[in-house]
């Protein structure tokens, strides 16, 4: 199928047209191995380019958490869902024999993201906590589609001048989240805002084993493991 015919059997009213059930249900069809299809060539392109940036930045959590730092995470939107799960994943590790390692998820204070926006604008809701509750040795992550979220920039400038490590997630070709002198951006280089999405979920459960894989000699081996649900 053509994608004029592909997008026809979609949308058959822009081209005078009444639906027909059997060719809306083959073109949704069709939608939806494209869209798997597409799924699979971002996410091998992605980790091929990134998979040793991704063990780098494991390395630089699993040595903050050595040395007694705290991870904070930040994220709009969706991000903001993303900046909530990389935090539960390790406050509260599913597989058996993982501790629970400190994660603050800088998006949950309704109270102060309100106040410092109606105060001094959005642009200020994460930089104003990195400035109260980071510490040097800390570490930082944000995420972003596009790359370009004002607060996320402000916060990591700061926290890169406040001595705390800063790793990036971002997509398209990375924004300004790339030119923010990180200590380490993946980036998820396609427009589809749902491809980003997904391999940055892939990526912090890929984190998250790591540092724990990481961490396991110096508490003595992992215990009991398992692939985390």
Not at 94 to 118: E, K, Q, Y
Not at 168 to 175: F, K, S
Not at 199 to 219: E, G, K, Q, S
Request: glycine share 10%; aromatic share 6%; hydrophobic share 40%.
């Amino acid at each position: 199928m053509s994608k004029k015919e592909h997008l026809a059997g979609l949308y058959p009213f822009l081209h005078g047209k009444k639906q027909d059930a059997a060719a809306m249900n083959e073109a949704l069809q069709e939608s939806v191995r494209q869209k798997a299809a597409d799924h699979v060539l971002v996410f091998e392109s992605y980790f091929e380019k990134n998979e040793a940036s991704i063990v780098k930045a494991a390395e630089v959590i699993a040595q903050m958490y050595r040395q007694n730092g705290r991870l904070f995470t930040m994220g709009n939107g969706g991000s903001s869902c993303d900046a909530a799960h990389v935090a539960v994943e390790f406050l509260h590790p599913v597989t058996a024999g993982r501790p629970a390692l400190t994660a603050i998820n800088l998006t949950t204070d309704v109270a102060m993201m309100t106040a410092v926006s109606n105060d001094l604008g959005y642009d200020h809701v994460y930089v104003r906590q990195i400035i109260a509750q980071g510490r040097k040795g800390d570490c930082l992550i944000g995420m972003s589609t596009s790359g370009n979220s004002e607060n996320l920039i402000r916060a990591f400038n700061k926290a890169n001048e406040m001595g705390l490590t800063t790793i990036g997630l971002a997509g398209m070709n990375g924004g300004e989240m790339a030119k923010a002198n990180l200590d380490a951006c993946l980036v998820v280089e396609t427009d589809s805002i749902h491809r980003i999405q997904e391999c940055h979920v892939a990526t912090y459960h890929i984190l998250w084993d790591l540092v724990h894989t990481l961490l396991a000699d110096d508490r003595g081996g992992l215990g009991k493991t398992g692939e985390q649900a």
